[in-house]
């Protein structure tokens, strides 16, 4: 074994491997919650569209567009999330999703728009403010998966 | 790799996916997507028709649940007749669009004019039920609303509903 790969091993042995092992953790859960709601919204694009129609942001025909790209975006991240190929981006992407969802929340919340929240089942009554607490955790998972993710490039 | 660098790659690596999902989701979604485009160009006219004649008022999933549970309310499916067949909220009227000539008129003998209807359709996608609407007005009845969530969303929700008439 050479000097500088026993030094990068040494390196990423500093991390307390219970450490390690839960981040991988959390990341395929993040991959496995972002394929499954990808996969409802694919079933029913419809629905879905419906759902984001409900948050009167877009015009008519954007809430089509957006109903039938973005569930295919979310099954993209969580694949590679639970594949763990390219873990950068598709946590980077949840990331900003995520930014975009509870931006959307709130604002329907802040206009008193009685919707729900379209972000898994359509038609199920999620409490918006639940939503938005559910959203905060994804985002707080993935900004782990990208500090661990810097943490071994950096190593 | 430097930091730029680095950035520079996450930023195109993000762009890839991106652009495979819209890919897919367009292709996947391509029929949807042109009803829905073409959908808009008829779109324009009716809304601005609606200025001067009256048009039915929108209401909620929630709304429309609990004029349902009151039994206050007579549902009216404005879907063809084999969409009807194969599922519709429990106790709706079948009232397609194709049909209002004939179906209308004979729906105004047996309803009273001062009954609340709500009329409903697949859904977003779907502006028959805010016609049928108009022309139940149209013929003197006061109360009338859309539910724009449409059958899917009643389905989808749980609610009751039946198959054949």
């Known amino acids: 074994m050479s000097r500088d790969a026993s030094r990068a091993k040494s390196g990423d042995q500093m991390q307390n491997p219970l450490i390690k092992h839960s981040i991988a953790i959390v990341r395929i859960c993040l991959g496995a919650v972002f394929l499954y709601a990808g996969m409802l919204k694919i079933v029913d694009t419809t629905a879905f569209a419906g759902s984001i129609a409900a948050y009167r942001l877009f ?83 993935a900004g782990l998966v990208i500090w661990q993710d810097w943490r071994r490039s950096a190593a | 790799m430097t930091t730029r660098q680095s950035m520079m790659r996450l930023a195109i690596e993000m762009a890839i996916m991106v652009a495979l999902a819209a890919v897919i989701g367009v292709s996947w979604n391509y029929r949807l997507l042109v009803n829905a485009w073409t959908g808009k160009g008829a779109e324009a006219p009716k809304a601005a028709a609606g200025i001067s004649a009256p048009i039915p008022l929108p209401l909620g999933l929630m709304q429309v649940k609990e004029l349902y549970d009151r039994k206050e309310a007579t549902f009216i499916d404005s879907r063809d007749r084999v969409a009807y067949g194969s599922g519709h909220i429990k106790g709706a009227i079948s009232l397609p669009l194709m049909d209002t000539a004939t179906a209308i008129p004979e729906f105004g003998n047996r309803v009273p004019k001062n009954a609340t209807l709500v009329v409903y359709c697949s859904g977003y996608a779907c502006e028959d039920s805010i016609e049928v609407g108009r022309q139940l007005l149209a013929i003197g009845y006061t109360t009338v609303y859309y539910f724009d969530g449409g059958f899917p969303a009643w389905r989808d929700a749980g609610y009751p509903i039946a198959r054949r008439p």
Do not use: Q
């Open chain 1, 59 to 141: 015009p008519y025909f954007f809430n089509y567009l957006v109903a039938a790209v973005l569930p295919w975006l979310e099954v993209i991240c969580g694949v590679v999330l639970v594949t763990g190929w390219r873990t950068r981006p598709a946590a980077f992407m949840i990331l900003l999703l995520n930014l975009f969802f509870t931006a959307a929340l709130l604002s329907a919340l802040i206009r008193g728009l009685e919707i729900d929240c379209g972000c898994f089942k359509p038609g199920a009554a999620d409490p918006p403010l639940m939503a938005i607490g559910r959203d905060l955790v994804f985002m707080a998972m």
